[in-house]
Antibody, heavy 118, light 108 residues
Framework: EVQLVQSGAEVKKPGESLNISCKGS????????IAWVRQMPGKGLEWMGI????????RYSPSFQGQVTISADKSLSTAYLQWSSLKASDTAMYYC???????????WGQGTLVTVSS | EIVLTQSPGTLSLSPGERATLSCRAS???????LTWYQQKPGQAPRLLIY???SRATGIPDRFSGSGSGTDFTLTISRLEPEDFAVYYC?????????FGQGTKLEIK
């Protein structure tokens, strides 16, 4: 069974760094792209970027380029979403999803809620 | 960037009725690379339709997708109580991939 298990909720202060994770199981982690999607409170879905764990090729949405870093550790079957300096506007639910084919997010993690508040 | 506009914003229907949700793109969606997702409160989205009209694994056949170019439709033939949720379309024909703002399907 394909599963993506994300790390738990985080409460951080502005300016702090953060790394959230998404662990894949039940399939060959290196062979499928992983996407990250943001959902701000009460709002819709926004595509942030994707990574291919096999070679760590990464692509970002222009809206998120330079704002976050997407990475993966294939030895741990885990993808990461990182911030070096959080802002209050980063408060959101973040989902990882495995792509079935390019662009189609067929399996989703349960989401990680990030709250940034002073 | 392709902007997807979903209509209506909210759709109020009763179980057993037919639902028709629209997604209009600001430019042609390449190769009809369009998906539909369902999201219930407190849950992650679920893939329903990809390639504009292909049902994902395990999705009941009351869900169907159609359309091409800039106009796409998700139809739910006979609403079941569990179908009341928010529905999003997404295009993956050109980067950046973009989502519509969602249609909330609520019980009348």
């Amino acid at each position: 069974e394909v599963q993506l298990v994300q790390s738990g909720a985080e409460v951080k202060k502005p300016g702090e760094s953060l790394n959230i994770s998404c662990k894949g199981s039940g399939y060959s982690f290196t062979n499928y792209w992983i996407a990250w999607v943001r959902q701000m409170p009460g709002k819709g879905l926004e595509w942030m970027g994707i990574i291919y764990p096999g070679d760590s090729e990464t692509r970002y949405s222009p809206s998120f380029q330079g704002q976050v870093t997407i990475s993966a550790d294939k030895s741990l079957s885990t993808a990461y979403l990182q911030w070096s300096s959080l802002k209050a506007s980063d408060t959101a639910m973040y989902y990882c999803a495995r792509l079935m084919v390019q662009g189609v997010m067929s399996f989703w993690g349960q989401g990680t809620l990030v709250t940034v508040s002073s | 960037e392709i902007v997807l506009t979903q209509s209506p914003g909210t759709l109020s229907l009763s179980p057993g009725e037919r639902a028709t949700l629209s997604c209009r793109a600001s430019q042609t969606v390449s190769s009809n690379f369009l998906t539909w997702y369902q999201q219930k409160p407190g849950q992650a989205p679920r893939l329903l339709i990809y390639g504009a009209s292909s049902r994902a694994t395990g999705i009941p056949d009351r869900f169907s997708g159609s359309g091409s170019g800039t106009d796409f439709t998700l139809t739910i033939s006979r609403l079941e109580p569990e179908d009341f949720a928010v529905y999003y379309c997404q295009q993956y024909g050109s980067s950046p991939w973009t989502f519509g703002q969602g249609t909330k399907l609520e019980i009348k």
